[in-house]
């Protein structure tokens, strides 16, 4: 435990960026990140990043997701918001299928008679390991 504590979490001086919101207060937001130096100056040897935000809405309620945007500029990333978005769903769709497939698999099914059934019958011979 004492090695932990030793682990302060440190902020990495060349990899800070200036972070920008734009919304439609419709469909969702786009976070501009600039690098900049630890003086806060603009960093030029480190690319603009564009990051995507929407949420999809499903039987558990609302589900955040975010995604990189492809684009040099606002403009760019405005324009490639959709495609960006509609690939994120699908991987946030595939993910949740996932997931409720691997709860599913853990299903645990009696062995031996049900109670209240007669003859014995009606026993699960599913095992799961």
Not at 55 to 64: A, L
Request: hydrophobic fraction near 35%; proline fraction near 9%; glycine fraction near 12%.
């Amino acid at each position: 435990m004492a090695e932990e504590r030793n682990q302060d979490p440190q902020m990495d001086a060349e990899g800070l960026y200036q972070e920008e919101n734009f919304t439609d207060r419709r469909v969702g937001a786009i976070r501009r990140l600039s690098p900049v130096r630890a003086d806060g100056s603009a960093d030029p040897g480190r690319p603009v990043l564009y990051i995507g935000q929407a949420e999809i809405m499903t039987n558990m309620g609302p589900v955040p997701i975010s995604f990189e945007i492809e684009g040099q500029t606002l403009a760019d990333a405005v324009v490639g918001f959709a495609p960006a978005a509609q690939a994120a769903i699908e991987r946030t769709v595939q993910q949740i299928q996932e997931m409720r497939r691997q709860q599913a698999s853990q299903l645990v099914v009696p062995q031996g008679p049900m109670p209240g059934i007669t003859g014995g019958r009606g026993g699960g011979k599913i095992q799961m390991p």
